[in-house]
């Protein structure tokens, strides 16, 4: 079956480092996205990894495995503006289908 | 450039009734998916329509349905509202040209079934 587990909470510190991880078994794989979603807004787009390794943009970073069907989004400097929902999702399809498989999502507080 | 606009933004209905959602596309995106978003379940795939067909479906029953205009304008409708119908209803737009290509959001449309 389809599965994508990222855990449900986590709460750091202003300016602190946060790592956010999401484990994936699908039938098929063709990228991983990570999306951020304030309270009420739309998910906004935050990475994109189909290769083994890290992509760094600013402050955000992601890493995939793919062997170990394993990723992280790290989270540099955090600012109180970053408490929000992460979610992990798959494109298990075709390359550039609109069909992605999306965890639960990883609500993150950030406190002073 | 306008982002996906969904409407209405909220909707409130009762039980038995039918519910049509609209969603407007970025200019240029031909790929439109519906997402259904509840705080147990997390994003749920419903469907995705590209030129005006439906290419992908997810596992929800035939009371939802979709379609897509020459304009990649999107509606979807669900009959026979259900209490466990209420959820957020997201709509995405694409490209879908290459690989990596990202899905955009719109803001949703919040659906209460009472």
């Known amino acids: 079956g389809q599965n994508i587990d990222q855990p449900t909470e986590m709460t750091a510190t202003e300016g602190a480092i946060v790592q956010i991880n999401c484990t994936y078994q699908?039938?098929?794989?063709?990228?991983l996205f990570w999306y951020q979603q304030h309270a009420g807004e739309a998910p906004t787009f935050l990475s994109y990894?189909?290769?083994?390794g890290l992509e760094e943009k600013g402050r955000f970073s992601s890493f995939l495995s793919r062997s170990k069907g394993y990723s992280y989004l790290l989270l540099k400097e955090l600012q109180m503006k970053d408490s929000a929902s992460y979610l992990c999702?798959?494109?298990?399809?075709?390359?550039?289908?609109?069909?992605?498989?999306f965890g639960q999502g990883t609500t993150l507080q950030v406190k002073p | 450039k306008a982002g996906v606009t969904q409407t209405p933004r909220y909707l409130i209905k009762t039980r038995g009734q039918q519910v049509t959602l609209s969603c407007s596309p970025i200019?240029?995106?031909?790929?439109v998916s519906w997402y259904q978003q509840t705080p147990g379940q997390g994003l749920q795939f419903l469907f995705e329509?590209?030129?005006?067909?439906?290419?992908n479906k997810g596992n929800f029953p035939g009371r939802f349905s979709g379609r897509q205009f020459s304009n990649s304008r999107s509606e979807m409708n669900v009959s026979t509202l259900e209490l466990g119908d209420s959820a957020l209803y997201l709509c995405?737009?694409?490209?879908?040209?290459?690989?990596?290509?990202?899905?955009?959001f719109g803001s949703g449309t919040q659906l209460s079934v009472l």
């Open positions: 990894n189909v290769l083994d």
């Open positions: 200019s240029g995106h031909r790929s």
């Open positions: 995405a737009s694409s490209l879908a040209r290459d690989r990596g290509e990202k899905l955009f």
């Open positions: 329509y590209f030129s005006e067909t439906q290419r």
């Open positions: 999702a798959v494109r298990d399809g075709s390359g550039n289908t609109g069909k992605l498989i």
């Open positions: 699908t039938s098929g794989f063709n990228g």
